[in-house]
């Protein structure tokens, strides 16, 4: 008899593996319902010649996993006023008709910051 796991040179094993590895990871992914069963089908193919003495062998392997879950968010829509363009930006806990801006440290300012090592006593500091 023919060994599975040399067989075609090893490819039956290796087309297993393969969608083994699919399944897997679908299995560790969270964004997949973990309730739902996977399936792999391992397909082989037999054509005989006429004479009965050989025969063509077709392997196909197939992994049947669970979509990922739908991912949901909101987006505010509405019209700049400058440019008339409309426009959508994605809603996170703000309130409608409030922008987001993004704060960033890089930006210079006129303003001196002074680095001091102790305590700042501003009652002494006003009178100088």
């Known amino acids: 008899m023919i060994a599975l796991e040399k067989f075609a040179g090893g490819v039956l094993k290796e087309k297993f593996n393969t969608e083994l590895q699919k399944v897997l990871d679908n299995i560790a992914d969270p964004n997949t319902d973990f309730k739902k069963t996977r399936k792999i089908s391992l397909e082989i193919v037999f054509k005989a010649n006429e004479d009965r003495d050989l025969a063509e062998v077709d392997i196909k392997s197939k992994a ?30 703000q309130l409608a008709g409030q922008l987001s801006i993004d704060v960033s440290d890089s930006n210079e300012t006129d303003e001196i910051e002074e680095n001091s090592s102790g305590v700042i006593d501003f009652r002494n500091a006003s009178s100088k």
Not at 80 to 93: H, I, Q
């Open 64 to 93: 049947t996993i669970v979509e990922a879950k739908a991912t949901t968010t909101k987006v505010l829509i509405g019209k700049d006023l400058e440019t008339g363009r409309v426009e959508a930006s994605e809603f996170k806990n």
